[in-house]
């Protein structure tokens, strides 16, 4: 039975001396997100660690239907002399006191695999090729599902579908009451339905021992020590039996760290080599779902820690997960799951580690709008009016709400009448002209007259006739999903049936990391919706002369550096009277 009369320091204490460290010197180690504790222990030359976790039965149903074990030192005590067994260098168990949850253990060192390469990144590859070899050997071996050792007992349980899903649901208990709107009850069964027509895809492969935390801030890198000996293991006590991506995502989808994505493709390949598995669609797939579930339930775990726990700095981390998140989202067959998530979670597609602001756009507001005729027989396009306000400070205004500073607006059509309306603007922002008088030069042109006025910063370039009614905020959302380093343009999509005005067969499909693909068969699901962020450079290599933007895009195209945001709301296509009606309606009435 559990001693609860003395007091948590005392027991420590008779515990260290009865093994012989009573009068070491005791040093706390930084804790990790449960309610164990560490302290690093040294008596002269000697070194080892003390684990302090105090144990209680836990009532809580997640944590029974996730087989998790908390810190129950069972767990830890079985499966560290089952790795050790097997020339895995976990720590040796050097005495333990399993009524009170007081573990005395080998100390692996200081070389934590973030630590050194904080001190010598050049050894990246070198360290996750290790790394991956060590994981490969783990799912080569063969472990009990009944272990024993001293005189505990452990099951390894299997991460069967209700666990899977009990973990993935933390996404929905903590992240979206955080970032976003309550969900339908429909929307919840449509997440449930989903995640229960993905989880097969684990099948096919057979499961293995999953450490179930495997990344570079709980690993060691032992090189004094032989074959995947080099691998130090810690924090393994939740391990179960699991699809053999588990720990890998863990590894590559680090929530700590980034990962060179460069290596990624090849250390996937190394591992499936290594543990003797084929490297299909099938295994990229599951790998895929893996991720996806583990970097949900991540998220949802980060705002737990944070709002109940008090431990904020993990709100640091949700931008790295997200980004993750968003990877394995645009895997083809989590196209389900893509879609259930840009229509009810667009806040996960708006984390970004701080970057400049985009603080520019380009207005394109030149043309005569000859099928808005005869509204614009004595006006231009521009200065039609919609719900009382002309377009183009429908989208100045939308400018001036997400921090647009400088608008270039390129003038032809009535460009005297034009210019005296945005002198009539009395917020911002600032409004500089991009004068296409002599000679209408098309988008493409357009871009290229104005590259002196732009900057060398990623803009914005928006149509005056795109209108839209939204969820949560569009032109935020863009803004913060647009990556310089990966991205040379980016596009605002609208799902091609949440629009008005629009009569083709759609624009473009989405690919794999929401890189965009024009249509190639008879339709396709979404529309450009008139805006996007744009490097100015890429107009740089085109002659000052008539052409449409869609030359940029091929180029870029070509190069997969365009990717896609899709919006959630209804966008309007004012090309044409009839539908000014319609979009007119939407705003004043709420309805077509």
Request: aromatic letters at 10%; hydrophobic letters at 45%.
């Amino acid at each position: 039975m559990r001693r609860d009369n003395p007091t948590r320091e005392h027991l420590i204490g008779a515990f260290l001396s009865a093994n012989g460290w009573g009068k070491a010197k005791r040093t706390p180690v930084q804790g990790d997100a449960s309610t164990r504790s560490y302290e690093k222990l040294k008596l002269g030359s000697e070194h080892a660690l003390l684990m302090n976790a105090p144990f209680t039965l836990s009532k809580n149903p997640y944590m029974r239907t996730a087989k998790l074990a908390g810190s129950d030192p069972q767990a830890f005590i079985c499966l560290a002399t089952e790795l050790t067994r097997r020339g895995f260098s976990a720590p040796h168990i050097l005495a333990a006191d399993m009524d009170n949850g007081l573990l005395l253990l080998e100390d692996l060192g200081a070389n934590l695999f973030a630590q050194v390469l904080m001190r010598q990144p050049q050894k990246e590859l070198q360290l996750y090729q290790a790394a991956i070899s060590c994981l490969a050997a783990l799912y080569r071996s063969s472990f009990p599902d009944d272990m024993t050792a001293r005189e505990a007992q452990w099951h390894v349980s299997s991460y069967d579908a209700p666990a899977l899903q009990a973990e993935a649901d933390l996404f929905l208990d903590w992240y979206i009451p955080e970032f976003d709107a309550p969900l339908s009850r429909k929307a919840k069964q449509g997440w449930h339905d989903i995640w229960g027509n993905l989880f097969p895809v684990l099948d096919s492969q057979s499961a293995g021992l999953a450490l179930r935390d495997f990344h570079a801030e709980n690993i060691f890198w032992l090189p004094q020590r032989d074959g995947t000996a080099n691998i130090g293991l810690i924090d393994f006590q939740d391990a179960l039996f699991a699809h053999p991506s588990y720990d890998l995502v863990s590894l590559l989808k680090d929530a700590r760290r980034d990962v060179d994505p460069n290596m990624v493709d090849d250390l996937i390949t190394q591992f499936c080599q290594e543990a003797g598995i084929a490297d299909d669609k099938n295994f990229r797939t599951a790998y895929a779902v893996m991720g996806a579930q583990r970097n949900a339930k991540i998220l949802g775990i980060f705002v737990r820690l944070a709002r109940r726990d008090g431990k904020a700095h993990y709100l640091d981390l949700i931008p790295r997960v997200a980004a993750h998140f968003i990877r394995d989202l645009s895997h083809p067959g989590l196209a389900e799951l893509r879609n259930w998530m840009c229509q009810h979670v667009q806040s996960i597609f708006t984390h970004k580690f701080p970057a400049k602001p985009i603080t520019t756009a380009m207005v394109m507001a030149a043309g005569h709008g000859t099928r808005m005729r005869p509204l614009t027989d004595n006006t231009c396009k521009a200065l039609v009016k919609i719900a009382g306000k002309p377009l183009i400070d429908h989208m100045l205004d939308r400018l001036h709400e997400v921090g647009i500073t400088r608008a270039v607006v390129n003038v032809h059509a009535y460009a005297d009448k034009l210019e005296t309306h945005l002198k009539t603007r009395t917020t911002g922002p600032e409004i500089i002209i991009s004068d296409e008088r002599e000679e209408l030069l098309e988008t493409g042109g357009g871009v290229v007259k104005a590259l002196p006025l732009l900057g060398d910063d990623p803009i914005l370039i928006c149509n005056i006739d795109a209108v839209w009614t939204e969820d949560t905020p569009t032109l935020e959302g863009l803004m913060q999903f647009w990556d310089a380093r990966a991205m040379d343009e980016l596009f605002l999509l609208a799902p091609i049936e949440n629009t008005i005005g629009y009569h083709g067969k759609g624009d473009f499909e989405i690919g794999f990391d929401w890189l965009l693909v024009r249509r190639w068969q008879d339709t396709a699901p979404y529309v450009y919706a008139g805006v996007q962020v744009f490097k100015p450079q890429l107009a740089q290599v085109f002659p000052l002369e008539k052409f449409s933007r869609n030359r940029i895009w091929d180029a870029t195209l070509a190069r997969n550096k365009i990717f896609g945001f899709p919006m959630r709301g209804l966008w309007m296509h004012v090309g044409d009277p009839e539908a000014l009606a319609e979009a007119e309606s939407v705003l004043t009435k709420g309805k077509p």
